[in-house]
T-cell receptor, first 113, second 113 residues
Framework: DAGITQSPRHKVTETGTPVTLRCHQT?????MYWYRQDPGHGLRLIHY???????DKGEVSDGYSVSRSKTEDFLLTLESATSSQTSVYFC????????????FGPGTRLTVL | GQQLNQSPQSMFIQEGEDVSMNCTSS?????WLWYKQDPGEGPVLLIA?????ELTSNGRLTAQFGITRKDSFLNISASIPSDVGIYFC?????????????FGKGTHLIIQP
């Protein structure tokens, strides 16, 4: 299994509070991704990174920001959480751009009350 | 954006039966990926396909990359209880992979005793 951890694994927070989710990898892969998974929508890309300090938006990036200051860490921040951001969040990593293969972390279940 | 249509949405089968599911797209994909997700965990990559017509096996699993590059199927032979889960097809959004993956909505496999 790829060495990917996510923290926290579960979080309950209130509307309007900031939340940061962390993804940590030990594989030294260049590319990292954040997805959210919701019933009826499957997995959707939020943001991705193609190197340290290099990030870009995905399909559902509104309300989210990311940072990558080290190869191994990719942070996802909800500046002011809303109930619509209740979801399961997955981090993924990839070694090569062309192959498309991505390996996923165990996920973080976030509930915004 | 690109969309992947998976069918069936769910399958109820008996242990020992063979399973077949497929994925279609309105646009061409250069890579097809098949993932399995168990409850409470992240998707796990099962098979990656890179060439039109390619047929690849991984134990009891066999997947094929359609000739038109707009479809793929996954077969599971002699199903066992641990095959239960959700199976997703996926492909690189822009053909390059770094922009993230587009996922189908999944086929939920349920094995009846």
């Amino acid at each position: 299994d790829a060495g990917i951890t996510q923290s926290p694994r579960h979080k309950v927070t209130e509307t309007g509070t900031p939340v940061t989710l962390r993804c940590h990898q030990t594989e030294n892969h260049r590319y990292m991704y954040w997805y959210r998974q919701d019933p009826g929508h499957g997995l959707r890309l939020i943001h991705y990174s193609y190197g340290v300090k290099d990030t870009d938006k995905g399909e559902v990036s509104d309300g989210y920001s990311v940072s990558r200051s080290k190869t191994e860490d990719f942070l996802l921040t909800l500046e002011s959480a809303t109930s619509s951001q209740t979801s399961v969040y997955f981090c993924a990593i990839s070694e090569r751009r062309e192959a498309g293969e991505q390996f996923f972390g165990p996920g973080t279940r976030l509930t915004v009350l | 954006g690109q969309q992947l249509n998976q069918s069936p949405q769910s399958m109820f089968i008996q242990e020992g039966e063979d399973v077949s599911m497929n994925c279609t797209s309105s646009s061409i994909f250069n890579t097809w990926l098949w993932y399995k997700q168990d409850p409470g965990e992240g998707p796990v990559l099962l098979i990656a396909l890179y060439k039109a017509g390619e047929l690849t096996s991984n134990g009891r699993l066999t997947a094929q990359f359609g000739i038109t590059r707009k479809d793929s199927f996954l077969n599971i032979s002699a199903s066992i209880p641990s095959d239960v889960g959700i199976y997703f097809c996926a492909g690189p959004d822009s053909g390059g992979g770094a922009d993230g993956l587009t996922f189908g909505k999944g086929t939920h496999l349920i094995i009846q005793p």
